[in-house]
T-cell receptor
Framework: DGGITQSPKYLFRKEGQNVTLSCEQN?????MYWYRQDPGQGLRLIYY???????QKGDIAEGYSVSREKKESFPLTVTSAQKNPTAFYLC???????????FGQGTRLTVV | AQSVTQLDSHVSVSEGTPVLLRCNYS??????LFWYVQHPNKGLQLLLK??????LVKGINGFEAEFKKSETSFHLTKPSAHMSDAAEYFC???????????FGKGTRLHILP
């Protein structure tokens, strides 16, 4: 079945550690996105990529980094520079920038 | 620049009564508009989309939305609410290539028995 897979579903890390969230899609989509969701704030765009080996900062990119070495994969690293990393992270992909997005099931990151 | 405003952060309706979730947008270009639904601790699922074809768009689970350019609105409706409709709903706009996909802040729908 085609889809978008995020792993792990739950992640716990100590403060000061970097952590990488996985996102893989087998939909052959060019565009991929990372969003952060906090209660009452909707979804905020962290990074997006419209093509392999290229990505752009979203609205809240500080403290995060990404790579897009393969079309299928768009991992997100939450660095120790991110002041408040505890959140629900959603990855999405779409055929193009103007098309509907397909979402993964999310990763809930808790930093203690 | 684009923006989207969901006018209500919470909506409560009784089971079997109509649902109205309001969304207003602004866009410099012909927008594409979407409604997504999110159940607790889950990803988002597309309910319906408008991409400049028919202004009345039918989606899954009995939902529909009407694109009204003169009012810059894209409200989501359903004739009769079901308990399973309780979730958070997001209105989304996308337009020119240089603009990002913009999410509204969400409306949480509560269904009263």
């Amino acid at each position: 079945d085609g889809g978008i897979t995020q792993s792990p579903k739950y992640l716990f890390r100590k403060e000061g550690q970097n952590v990488t969230l996985s996102c893989e899609q087998n939909l052959n989509h060019d565009a991929m996105y990372w969003y952060r969701q906090d209660p009452g704030q909707g979804l905020r765009l962290i990074y997006y990529s419209q093509i392999v080996n290229d990505f752009q900062k979203g609205d809240i990119a500080e403290g995060y980094s990404v790579s897009r070495e393969k079309k299928e994969s768009f991992p997100l690293t939450v660095t120790s520079a991110q002041k408040n990393p505890t959140a629900f992270y959603l990855c999405a992909s779409s055929i193009g920038w103007r098309d509907e997005a397909f979402f993964g099931q999310g990763t809930r990151l808790t930093v203690v | 620049a684009q923006s989207v405003t969901q006018l209500d952060s919470h909506v409560s309706v009784s089971e079997g009564t109509p649902v109205l979730l309001r969304c207003n947008y602004s866009s410099s270009y012909s927008p594409s508009l979407f409604w997504y639904v999110q159940h607790p601790n889950k990803g988002l699922q597309l309910l319906l989309k408008y991409t400049s074809a028919a202004t009345l768009v039918k989606g899954i689970n009995g939902f529909e939305a009407e694109f009204k350019k003169s009012e810059t609105s894209f409200h989501l409706t359903k004739p009769s609410a079901h308990m399973s409709d309780a979730a958070e709903y997001f209105c989304v706009v996308t337009g020119d290539r240089d603009d990002k996909i913009i999410f509204g802040k969400g409306t949480r729908l509560h269904i009263l028995p």
